[in-house]
């Protein structure tokens, strides 16, 4: 059974970087594309970013491309997220998460996720 297990979250002052880790377990973790997501309280689901399977190719949303950097070890089956220039707006809980499909945004199309970490930005 698969099983995603993030962690790193805390609280960071803004203008500070967080470093977001996904250990993937039960699933043969190179032949997924693995996403960041997140959740902010009383708002829905967003995409953040993800690595593509295969050649790796990682791509991210408008609101974080430029201060967030996402690496995967397939070696070790981990997913990193690095975040700088954190902002208040970036407050929320993080999710990792698995997909078969290459290259995809929608939350609905991720297999598998992990319980999240959360990540407070204080102004």
């Known amino acids: 059974q698969a099983q995603l297990v993030e962690s790193g979250g805390g609280v960071v002052q803004a203008g500070g970087s967080l470093r977001l880790s996904c250990v993937a377990s039960?699933?043969?973790?190179?032949?997924?594309?693995m996403g960041w997501f997140r959740q902010a309280p009383g708002q829905e689901r967003e995409f953040v970013g993800a690595?593509?399977?295969?050649?790796?190719?990682?791509f991210y949303s408008d609101l974080v491309r430029g201060r967030f950097v996402i690496s995967r070890d397939n070696a070790r089956n981990m997913v990193d997220l690095q975040m700088k220039e954190l902002r208040p707006e970036d407050t929320a809980v993080y999710y990792c998460?698995?997909?078969?499909?290459?290259?995809?945004?929608?939350?609905?199309?991720?297999?598998?996720w992990g319980q999240g970490t959360p990540v407070t930005v204080s102004s």
């Open positions: 998460a698995a997909t078969h499909f290459p290259a995809v945004t929608l939350a609905a199309n991720y297999a598998f």
């Open positions: 039960g699933l043969a973790f190179e032949r997924y594309t």
């Open positions: 690595s593509s399977w295969g050649d790796g190719t990682s």
